[in-house]
């Protein structure tokens, strides 16, 4: 597959018309939020490509980017979103309306599984088997071709696996338990950057 690949910085072109149905992910440090900044999200259409942007971390001002992530009509397909909604919440200043989550949609969907990563969804509804080697690298810094790549095989399959996810979820009757995980959602994050990490279920 050939992809579409463009880097910006600091944030989205103003005239970058992208649809209404998008894939978003995010780049970081690390997973502690405080410690572990964000550094780059991309985009996808789902036409094969990929908006790239990396930010300055001095600002973190991408008002073109704010704009898309808070419009209640632009739906945002993420994967295991609560790491990147998290990110986004406190270097951007925003939070995301209108999510799907590809990884809370398998863990409901592919009960027939206990392997949930991007990597074993794309493997088993696209047949693809993409490369994770650079999952864990330096995004803080000048990036790779490789690591452009990896970045755009993060977002341009997630349109075809919440379908297929999506499908399943009807089928077998659990679509309204994945929409109220979704609204859930907020809270978890609200709860991770207020350093609740447990299960506040549990006994």
Same mark, same amino acid.
């Given at each position: 597959?050939?992809? !579409?690949?463009?880097?910006?910085?600091? !944030?989205?072109?103003?005239?970058?018309?992208?649809?209404?149905? /998008?894939?978003?992910?995010?780049?970081?440090?690390g997973?502690n939020?405080?410690?572990?900044?964000?550094?780059?999200?991309?985009?996808?259409?789902?036409?094969?490509?990929?908006?790239?942007?990396?930010?300055?971390?001095? %600002?973190?001002? =991408?008002?073109?980017?704010?704009?898309?992530?808070?419009?209640?009509?632009?739906? &945002?397909?993420?994967?295991?979103?609560?790491? !990147?909604? =998290?990110?986004? &919440?406190?270097?951007?200043?925003?939070?995301?309306?209108?999510? +799907?989550?590809?990884?809370?949609?398998?863990?409901?969907?592919?009960?027939?599984?206990d392997?949930?990563?991007? &990597? %074993? /969804?794309?493997?088993?509804?696209?047949?693809?088997?993409?490369?994770?080697?650079?999952?864990?690298?330096?995004?803080?810094?000048?990036l %790779?071709?490789?690591?452009?790549?990896?970045?755009?095989?993060?977002?341009?399959? +997630?349109?075809?696996?919440?379908?297929?996810?999506?499908?399943?979820?009807?089928?077998?009757?659990?679509?309204?338990?994945?929409?109220?995980?979704?609204?859930? /959602?907020?809270?978890?994050?609200?709860?991770?950057?207020?350093?609740?990490?447990?299960?506040?279920?549990?006994?």
């Amino acid at each position: 597959m050939n992809i !579409d690949i463009k880097l910006y910085k600091n !944030d989205l072109p103003d005239d970058l018309k992208l649809g209404n149905v /998008l894939a978003i992910d995010g780049e970081f440090m690390g997973l502690n939020v405080r410690r572990d900044p964000l550094c780059l999200m991309q985009i996808s259409s789902g036409n094969s490509d990929a908006h790239i942007v990396q930010f300055d971390r001095s %600002t973190y001002n =991408a008002p073109n980017l704010a704009k898309i992530l808070t419009d209640e009509n632009i739906i &945002k397909i993420f994967h295991y979103g609560r790491a !990147d909604l =998290a990110h986004i &919440k406190y270097y951007l200043k925003v939070d995301t309306k209108n999510i +799907l989550d590809t990884k809370i949609a398998s863990k409901l969907a592919r009960s027939y599984s206990d392997s949930h990563s991007l &990597k %074993t /969804l794309i493997k088993e509804f696209i047949n693809i088997d993409i490369s994770k080697q650079f999952q864990s690298s330096d995004f803080g810094g000048d990036l %790779t071709s490789a690591q452009l790549k990896y970045c755009a095989n993060d977002v341009i399959y +997630l349109h075809q696996i919440h379908k297929k996810l999506t499908d399943i979820l009807e089928r077998e009757k659990r679509i309204s338990l994945y929409h109220d995980c979704l609204n859930f /959602l907020k809270t978890r994050v609200d709860l991770d950057l207020a350093l609740f990490k447990d299960d506040i279920w549990s006994h």
